[in-house]
């Protein structure tokens, strides 16, 4: 009999397990299209050990900030790989004005480094968080400015993104947005590198 209900239990488990991996599976794909017909995506920044910035923090000195580590430099080529292989054209790419967001768009390569539109609706709150309120109004704002025809990207912070759509992203990790009427953000899915 515990033999028996051993089996049932784990046969239970596998059938729900495999029908959360179609999930996730479905989900992805879903990101992947609506980001080939000119989505948003909100992409946390390359690993870059630590959290928040170190004392003495200057804005326009990145030897002063928190940086990629290689291994967060690996993971924002394959940032733009991914895109790339998945046949997404990217539009723009905007980025927070911390300088490891802005080596990620960089290292990502999807559009000339030029062309990477800092801005600060998507810069890093960890420090402010009493600012949160209106920077995620104004980047809700400039989201909806987005019409497309191809993708838009923006390489930003764990608490803005958090912020604008209620999921705690891994690094390198994008989350798959757009804008509704009244400027409500719905999340269509989670991308990995």
Same mark, same amino acid.
């Given at each position: ?69 290689? *291994?967060?430099? &690996?993971? $924002? %080529? ?5 895109? +790339?292989?998945? #046949?997404?054209? /990217? ?42 309120? *209106?920077?995620? &109004?104004? $980047? %809700? ?5 987005? +019409?497309?025809? #191809?993708?838009? /990207? ?40």
């Amino acid at each position: 009999m515990f033999l028996k209900n051993f089996v049932r239990i784990v046969l239970v488990f596998i059938a729900c397990n495999a029908s959360q991996n179609i999930a996730m599976a479905n989900e992805e794909k879903a990101a992947w299209d609506a980001l080939r017909a000119g989505g948003i995506v909100l992409f946390r920044h390359a690993l870059a050990p630590g959290g928040g910035d170190p004392p003495g923090f200057k804005l326009k000195d990145c030897a002063t900030q928190r940086n990629l580590s290689e *291994e967060g430099r &690996a993971q $924002a %080529k394959r940032m733009g790989e991914r895109l +790339k292989a998945e #046949g997404v054209k /990217v539009q723009a790419v905007w980025s927070s004005q911390w300088c490891r967001a802005l080596e990620t768009a960089k290292l990502m390569a999807v559009v000339a480094p030029e062309k990477i539109e800092a801005k600060p609706a998507f810069n890093s709150l960890f420090a402010t968080p009493e600012r949160q309120p *209106e920077q995620t &109004a104004a $980047a %809700k704002k400039l989201l909806a400015t987005h +019409k497309g025809p #191809g993708a838009l /990207v923006v390489t930003t912070h764990q608490v803005g993104i958090t912020g604008l759509t209620g999921i705690v992203p891994a690094s390198g990790e994008g989350i798959v947005v757009r804008v509704k009427a009244g400027g409500e953000i719905q999340v269509l899915g989670r991308v990995m590198p």
